[in-house]
């Protein structure tokens, strides 16, 4: 309790909370904007942040992080285009509710659910974080080749119409992650001498080929997202009304949490495997299987509140190893750098006020980030009632600029015009975008991780096998694999039941 509150006292001050304040706010805009995203906006912070004191410093790029996830979900749930790469998996469920009229309930769900992620990560990051740090080294390249394994098969069999399709969804996926430079090797693999392509495919541009170019062209026949629905009225009061849906979900929202967190504190893993993950699993355990896919709250809240949980799960291996949890907490491991902070097994006994006052940070802008997004969410909605002859053309700009100004390249504008012309391929076909979407994000962490292991084991097999972590995670892509059948006969007996 003591060590609490003097990280509490930490955040005292004026000039800190000012930092908090002006770090939300940014994020918000920034997580709203297809295109932007936490990586890139704190990159341009990391210039500024040197001329800071350490700790208002990291405390800003702290408030940025948490409010640029929050946000993403914005653009996924009203244009099925994510804000950030990790919210991907909230147009699973999001865009259908926006479809359906429900833009505002949506968003106050999208909401809640970030909230609690926050919440919930947060206190888990105060109370966990010392110990958690440590286990995450237990993550051999065996482990980490199992879990992106298990990953990719959850949602492969659980987010589709079809396993099947949805496993060769994801080996396409996994097929398009191993274009570049061949880790091992250094030869060049299906770049068709596009020099874009040798660190492998950019993620912004297949992401707003993938969800936002490909939902262009099925918007050319409709007069506007919500045509053929009624939209809720732009108020408040609506947007309660999702966040109190959210709420009804409590049992997904924890799971989601503790999911989220523990993957984010996995080195290497990040925000977007968790989602999915949390996605699959929520779908798996729930009472109501078969809604999933159709505008479902509960899958709404598995994805956003797995989303926010592990941003504060992957700040622990930054600040307890000096290991980055994902590729944005990469800036915060310069940022103490810079300011002669060393992360480490030491950094809690030298700096514990400060490491309290971090994730206290998170629950404060994860609290602010809901409630501003709330208040601004009436004036988003409108989005889902503008004219397509508008909308189109705003939403093609993002993704235009978008595409290009994260790394200035002109290639990158074909790379997203054709993964939009593959989308709406693996649509028309009924194959699963996100499983599609994953292989390609889980393709760099599952070859590399292979290939170590074997080169540690001698060439031999049985180390996917043996070791006890492998084993569980064996058993968990079973049970997803067979979780499919297993809802579909619940469905169907609850459907004989209820006749």
Same mark, same amino acid.
């Given at each position: 309790?003591?060590?609490?509150?003097l990280?509490?006292?930490?955040?005292?001050?004026?000039q800190?909370?000012?930092?908090?304040?002006i770090g939300?706010?940014?994020g918000?805009?920034?997580?709203?904007?297809?295109g932007?995203?936490?990586?890139?906006?704190?990159?341009?912070? @990391?210039?500024?942040? *040197?001329? $800071? %004191?350490? &700790?208002p410093? #990291?405390?800003l790029? /702290?408030?940025?992080?948490i409010?640029c996830?929050?946000?993403g979900?914005?653009?996924a749930?009203?244009?099925?285009?994510p804000?950030?790469?990790?919210?991907?998996?909230s147009?699973l469920?999001?865009?259908?509710l926006?479809k359906?009229?429900l833009a505002?309930q949506?968003?106050g769900?999208?909401?809640?659910s970030?909230l609690?992620?926050t919440?919930?990560?947060?206190l888990?990051?105060?109370?966990?974080?010392?110990?958690?740090?440590h286990?995450?080294?237990?993550f051999?390249?065996?482990e980490?080749?199992?879990?992106?394994?298990?990953g990719?098969?959850?949602?492969?069999s659980l987010?589709?119409?079809?396993v099947?399709r949805?496993l060769?969804?994801?080996?396409?996926?996994? @097929?398009?992650g191993t *274009?570049? $430079? %061949?880790? &091992?090797l250094g #030869?060049?693999?299906? /770049?068709?001498?596009v020099?874009e392509l040798?660190?492998?495919?950019?993620q912004?541009?297949l992401?707003?080929?993938?969800?936002?170019?490909?939902?262009?062209?099925?918007?050319i026949?409709k007069k506007?997202?919500?045509?053929?629905?009624?939209t809720?009225?732009?108020?408040v009061?609506?947007?309660?009304?999702?966040?109190?849906?959210a709420?009804?979900?409590k049992k997904?929202?924890?799971?989601?949490a503790?999911?989220?967190?523990i993957?984010?504190?996995i080195?290497?893993t990040?925000?977007?495997?968790?989602?999915?993950?949390s996605y699959?699993m929520?779908?798996?355990v729930?009472?109501?299987?078969?809604?999933?896919g159709t505008?479902?709250?509960e899958?709404?809240?598995?994805?956003?509140?797995?989303?926010n949980?592990?941003v504060?799960?992957?700040? #622990?291996p930054?600040? /307890?190893?000096?290991?980055?949890?994902?590729?944005t907490t990469v800036?915060?491991i310069?940022?103490?750098?810079?300011?002669g902070m060393?992360?480490?097994?030491?950094?809690?006994?030298?700096?514990l006020?400060e490491?309290?006052?971090i994730?206290?940070?998170?629950?404060?802008?994860?609290?602010?980030?809901?409630?501003?997004g709330?208040?601004?969410a009436?004036?988003?909605v409108k989005?889902?009632?503008l004219?397509?002859?508008?909308l189109?053309?705003i939403?093609?700009?993002?993704?235009?600029?978008g595409a290009?100004?994260?790394r200035?390249?002109?290639?990158d504008?074909?790379?997203?015009m054709?993964?939009?012309?593959?989308?709406?391929?693996l649509?028309?076909?009924?194959?699963?975008?996100?499983?599609?979407?994953?292989?390609?994000?889980?393709?760099?962490?599952?070859?590399p991780?292979?290939?170590?292991?074997?080169a540690i084991?001698?060439n031999?097999?049985?180390i996917?096998?043996t070791?006890p972590i492998?084993?569980?995670?064996?058993?968990?892509?079973?049970?997803t694999?067979l979780?499919?059948?297993?809802i579909s006969?619940?469905?169907a007996?609850?459907?004989v039941?209820?006749?």
């Amino acid at each position: 309790m003591e060590n609490l509150l003097l990280g509490l006292q930490e955040l005292a001050d004026p000039q800190v909370l000012l930092f908090i304040l002006i770090g939300g706010v940014v994020g918000l805009l920034a997580g709203a904007i297809p295109g932007l995203n936490d990586t890139n906006i704190l990159t341009l912070f @990391l210039s500024f942040v *040197v001329f $800071l %004191d350490p &700790f208002p410093a #990291v405390i800003l790029m /702290t408030a940025v992080f948490i409010a640029c996830q929050t946000a993403g979900s914005i653009p996924a749930i009203l244009i099925n285009i994510p804000g950030t790469p990790s919210t991907a998996a909230s147009t699973l469920e999001g865009y259908q509710l926006t479809k359906r009229g429900l833009a505002g309930q949506a968003l106050g769900c999208s909401f809640g659910s970030s909230l609690m992620g926050t919440v919930l990560g947060g206190l888990m990051g105060l109370i966990f974080a010392p110990v958690l740090g440590h286990y995450a080294l237990s993550f051999g390249p065996p482990e980490m080749f199992m879990l992106a394994l298990f990953g990719m098969t959850a949602v492969a069999s659980l987010t589709g119409s079809s396993v099947s399709r949805g496993l060769l969804a994801a080996i396409l996926g996994l @097929l398009v992650g191993t *274009v570049g $430079l %061949d880790y &091992f090797l250094g #030869v060049t693999r299906c /770049t068709f001498g596009v020099a874009e392509l040798y660190g492998g495919v950019p993620q912004i541009p297949l992401l707003l080929g993938l969800f936002g170019v490909s939902e262009l062209y099925s918007l050319i026949f409709k007069k506007s997202i919500g045509a053929g629905t009624t939209t809720d009225a732009p108020d408040v009061k609506s947007q309660f009304e999702g966040f109190r849906a959210a709420f009804r979900y409590k049992k997904a929202m924890l799971i989601s949490a503790v999911i989220g967190f523990i993957i984010g504190v996995i080195p290497g893993t990040g925000a977007t495997i968790a989602s999915f993950t949390s996605y699959g699993m929520a779908r798996s355990v729930s009472k109501e299987p078969d809604k999933f896919g159709t505008g479902h709250y509960e899958g709404l809240v598995a994805t956003d509140t797995a989303n926010n949980a592990s941003v504060p799960g992957s700040i #622990v291996p930054a600040l /307890t190893l000096g290991i980055p949890g994902s590729g944005t907490t990469v800036l915060f491991i310069s940022a103490f750098l810079m300011h002669g902070m060393q992360p480490g097994p030491s950094f809690f006994s030298n700096y514990l006020p400060e490491s309290n006052a971090i994730f206290i940070t998170v629950i404060l802008v994860g609290v602010l980030a809901s409630v501003v997004g709330i208040f601004m969410a009436k004036y988003m909605v409108k989005i889902v009632s503008l004219p397509t002859y508008i909308l189109g053309p705003i939403i093609a700009i993002f993704c235009l600029l978008g595409a290009y100004i994260c790394r200035n390249k002109v290639n990158d504008l074909f790379i997203m015009m054709v993964f939009s012309i593959l989308a709406i391929f693996l649509k028309k076909y009924n194959y699963s975008l996100p499983a599609f979407l994953l292989g390609v994000i889980l393709g760099p962490i599952i070859e590399p991780n292979f290939f170590r292991a074997l080169a540690i084991s001698n060439n031999d097999y049985s180390i996917f096998f043996t070791r006890p972590i492998c084993i569980v995670l064996w058993l968990m892509c079973a049970a997803t694999l067979l979780m499919p059948k297993l809802i579909s006969r619940r469905t169907a007996k609850k459907g004989v039941e209820s006749k």
